[in-house]
């Protein structure tokens, strides 16, 4: 009998371990919770499963995971914001802001972000979820989506996703579905979009009003990275990192005295003045600056930057965020972190031109893939063999015709509804605070929609949620922006 049984168990084991490992196309597991966010105990369900992504047929070529919160016991839905989220990269998962920021469970870590252990999830009592629905989306190849091989066990073109406009027209379609699947047609509608996902909002909200004619009430940008930026000409880049400089040089005290013993918001302004009357001009001239503008310029670089002065003239004014990174705390023994320039790491060598890692990016990493491997399963009882990609397999990503900028304008003078919250963290050295506030200057460069974009910052990072205190702020700003962009009986028109 005991040999019948060890026969039976080693066929079962073969049978378990020879299936492939597949996510389910189209499904969905429901469980129910109770949350205190502002102090108020309330119901709410998750829904966590996958939606398929179909191609011009009507045939799944890829199936998205996504988990949606719903505040339990709403008489009025057609009255209840709900909230799209994505994430960024491109190819990062959602878990970001799922467990960090708006959601209702927030990962284990200290008051600053760090991680702790052991490893695991706590109830957010800042979260929105008390004035919106949620759903928390992660594009194809993040988290648990996936691309679905045809009948032929074909893989669809890659073409169909990974680039900034595929990206935005399958998302919209897909939106669309989770719309009517989930009666939501009548709700005030929100995107926010974190890093990456700043330009992906940006332009879905445009091609949802123009190809799956829905409206939406806001656009949230957190931390956006914007592509135009980055591959436009580098005077404009590095004028506008001055200010993140300085940002990050006082809190790291590592500026002049007479500057440090002020507040860093009341240094800030004349830095941002400076970046573009008199470091873009100057950067601008090249070889043809006079020696004294240079030198002029170079030494005012040094007093709002804590570099050396030879330094910034060796650069010829322009200075790389990774020496940065390097440089401004070498002679302590320390790197200071890209995302966030509150965090600090220690290189091989003292000597080099950039960091050998991201120390704000390990740690994050450190706690968050624990975190959410372990909530998914034991929290919201979704069970998988497949991995979670906290980054995942998107490229090369096609960034030919990047007009995200210019579709928010439209989507935003098409729609009188719609306005714009841009959050951004001091001390973000990779889509810095003002760059963002350029990006917006220059999404609407006539001014004439300014009084419906606001803009806040905070004295953390990339992720400025991770910092207790912007928590509670950040998530506060949102249900203000919220409050503000309701309609509230007012009809679309000028």
């Known amino acids: 009998m005991k040999k019948l049984l060890f026969i039976i168990s080693v066929l079962s084991l073969v049978s378990v371990q020879s299936q492939n490992r597949k996510i389910p196309v189209d499904t969905v597991v429901v469980t129910k919770h109770n949350a205190t966010i502002n102090g108020v105990s309330m119901d709410y369900s998750a829904s966590t499963g996958t939606q398929p992504v179909w191609n011009s047929d009507g045939d799944p070529i890829a199936t998205l995971f996504y988990t949606y919160y719903q505040r339990s016991n709403v008489k009025d839905v057609a009255n209840r914001p709900l909230v799209i989220s994505f994430n960024g990269g491109p190819g990062s998962a959602s878990v970001w802001m799922h467990i960090a920021y708006t959601g209702p469970r927030i990962l284990n870590i200290d008051d600053e972000g760090y991680p702790v252990q052991p490893y695991g999830v706590k109830n957010n009592p800042y979260s929105i979820l008390d004035v919106a629905d949620i759903v928390f989306v992660n594009p194809v190849n993040t988290g648990y989506s996936r691309m679905i091989e045809d009948k032929d066990g074909k893989m669809p073109d890659r073409k169909n996703f990974f680039g900034i406009n595929a990206d935005i027209r399958y998302l919209a379609e897909w939106i669309n579905t989770f719309m009517s699947r989930n009666n939501r047609w009548e709700s005030p509608k929100y995107l926010i979009g974190e890093s990456y996902g700043g330009p992906r909002v940006m332009g879905l909200a445009e091609e949802l009003q123009s190809n799956q004619w829905m409206y939406l009430n806001g656009v949230i940008l957190v931390s956006p990275a914007d592509y135009k930026i980055y591959s436009t000409d580098q005077p404009i880049y ?111 060598m003292t000597a080099g031109n950039s960091p050998d890692y991201n120390p704000e990016l390990t740690s994050w990493l450190h706690s968050f893939t624990p975190a959410i491997n372990y909530y998914l399963r034991e929290h919201l009882n979704f069970k998988t063999d497949m991995k979670y990609n906290m980054f995942g397999d998107v490229h090369p990503w096609d960034r030919d015709n990047d007009n995200t900028r210019d579709r928010l304008r439209q989507a935003m003078a098409q729609n009188p509804y719609l306005k714009v919250l841009v959050q951004s963290g001091y001390y973000d050295g990779a889509t810095t605070y003002f760059a963002a506030k350029y990006t917006v200057a220059q999404m609407d460069p006539a001014g004439t929609m300014k009084d419906r974009v606001s803009f806040k910052a905070y004295r953390s990072g990339h992720m400025m949620y991770l910092r207790k205190e912007d928590l509670k702020t950040a998530n506060d700003d949102i249900r203000e922006f919220i409050n503000n962009s309701l309609s509230k009986g007012k009809s679309a028109k000028y």
């Open 238 to 348: 590095s004028a506008l990192n001055l200010p993140y400089f300085t940002a990050a040089a006082w809190h790291q005290k590592a500026l002049a005295p007479a500057l440090q013993q002020k507040d860093l918001l009341d240094i800030l302004p004349e830095v941002e003045a400076y970046a573009i009357d008199k470091v873009m001009p100057a950067i601008a001239k090249g070889g043809f600056i006079s020696s004294e503008e240079k030198n002029a310029v170079a030494e005012k670089m040094s007093l709002y930057s804590g570099l050396n002065k030879k330094d910034i003239i060796d650069h010829n004014l322009n200075i790389p965020t990774n020496f940065f990174w390097k440089e401004l705390l070498r002679d302590r023994g320390f790197t200071m972190g890209r995302l966030d320039s509150r965090y600090l790491g220690v290189d091989k």
